[in-house]
Nanobody, 126 residues
Framework: QLQLVESGGGLVQPGGSLRLSCATS????????IGWFRQAPGKEREGVSC????????LYATSVKGRFTISRDNAKKIVYLQMNNLKPEDTGGYYC???????????????????WGQGTQVTVSS
């Protein structure tokens, strides 16, 4: 069974930064595009960003474009989400998952993803 583990969440003040990690030790990471999603209490899960298997294609939600950067290190089997200039509306549980529809592309539709991790909590508050 594929397993992803998220880490790096925490409490940060508005304008601050965090770097999330999505790691696996059980499969060849470059075989999968990976997506990051978030879910705030009482809201639906929202696609944040995704990256193709070789890192050549990335996609961002409009709400995070210019502030978040997704990257990957396939040798270390980790996908990162660098989050800068964080806002209170960025608060939520952040999850990564594998994109099953393709390797060289991705989208932000959660129905196209599987092998969800347990998530890491991000709280942006003063």
């Amino acid at each position: 069974q594929l397993q992803l583990v998220e880490s790096g969440g925490g409490l940060v003040q508005p304008g601050g930064s965090l770097r999330l990690s999505c790691a696996t030790s059980r499969f060849t990471l470059e075989s999968y595009a990976i997506g990051w999603f978030r879910q705030a209490p009482g809201k639906e899960r929202e696609g944040v960003s995704c990256i193709s298997g070789n890192g050549g294609h990335t996609l961002y939600a409009t709400s995070v474009k210019g502030r978040f950067t997704i990257s990957r290190d396939n040798a270390k089997k980790i996908v990162y989400l660098q989050m800068n200039n964080l806002k209170p509306e960025d608060t939520g549980g952040y999850y990564c998952a594998t994109f099953w529809a393709a390797v060289s592309a991705c989208n932000l539709q959660s129905r196209n993803y599987a092998n969800w991790g347990q998530g890491t909590q991000v709280t942006v508050s003063s």
